[in-house]
T-cell receptor, first 116, second 113 residues
Framework: DAGVIQSPRHEVTEMGQEVTLRCKPI?????LFWYRQTMMRGLELLIY????????DSGMPEDRFSAKMPNASFSTLKIQPSEPRDSAVYFC??????????????FGEGSWLTVV | AQKVTQAQTEISVVEKEDVTLDCVYE???????LFWYKQPPSGELVFLIR??????QNEISGRYSWNFQKSTSSFNFTITASQVVDSAVYFC??????????FGQGTRLTINP
């Protein structure tokens, strides 16, 4: 079975450029998460969607970051304009949220972003 | 506040030794879930185990075992007879009922041949 698919795997871009990261969740999952991993801050939840609706975006750093989920099988995380401090690994993850909590969240392989 | 503490930043052992990774959590929720994830050098995050707060039974899966103790708010992970392929960063995580995983800082485990 296909897991969470992220693209690009690696991206190097210049400061000020727009960056778009893409994610395809596991088929049948109805919750999608974007996490960021840095050495200083570890793994941070940026935003999560349930049934394509953003539920909590309190982790989004600032207005330069935006995320969309136009349908159940696709999401994007956009940074515009990008800055060197945005350099990190961005993980997309998905789960099936049923009646109870504690559903296992499965992660993609990450998008390694370097802003120079 | 919801918090996960992995006090061991790095651990290095020789192959075949047993090693325990500590995880202490804080939450006021009575229902919560605990997880362990493995991040090998290739970078992906691999799910290892999920445990809910009402199930304190220890679990064993091959060389891996987990000890959940609510009395000390701990969910420790032991690898028996470690192997070089176990080298990775291991994350403990807490889901306090709102499907927002809170991760610890991770423990970097190095198994030397």
């Amino acid at each position: 079975d296909a897991g969470v698919i992220q693209s690009p795997r690696h991206e190097v871009t210049e400061m000020g450029q727009e960056v778009t990261l893409r994610c395809k969740p596991i088929s049948g999952h109805n919750s999608l998460f974007w996490y960021r991993q840095t050495m200083m801050r570890g793994l941070e939840l940026l935003i999560y969607f349930n049934n394509n609706v953003p539920i909590d975006d309190s982790g989004m750093p600032e207005d330069r970051f935006s995320a969309k989920m136009p349908n159940a099988s696709f999401s994007t995380l956009k940074i515009q304009p990008s800055e060197p401090r945005d350099s990190a690994v961005y993980f997309c993850a998905s789960s099936f949220k049923g009646i109870s909590s504690g559903n296992t969240i499965y992660f993609g392989e990450g998008s390694w972003l370097t802003v120079v | 506040a919801q918090k996960v503490t992995q006090a061991q930043t790095e651990i290095s052992v020789v192959e075949k030794e047993d090693v325990t990774l500590d995880c202490v959590y804080e939450t006021r929720d009575t229902t919560y879930y605990l997880f362990w994830y493995k991040q090998p050098p290739s970078g992906e995050l691999v799910f290892l185990i999920r445990r809910n707060s009402f199930d304190e039974q220890n679990e064993i899966s091959g060389r891996y075992s987990w000890n959940f103790q609510k009395s000390t708010s701990s969910f420790n992970f032991t690898i028996t007879a470690s192997q070089v392929v176990d080298s990775a960063v291991y994350f403990c995580a807490l889901e306090p009922g709102a499907q927002k995983l809170v991760f610890g800082q991770g423990t970097r485990l190095t198994i030397n041949p």
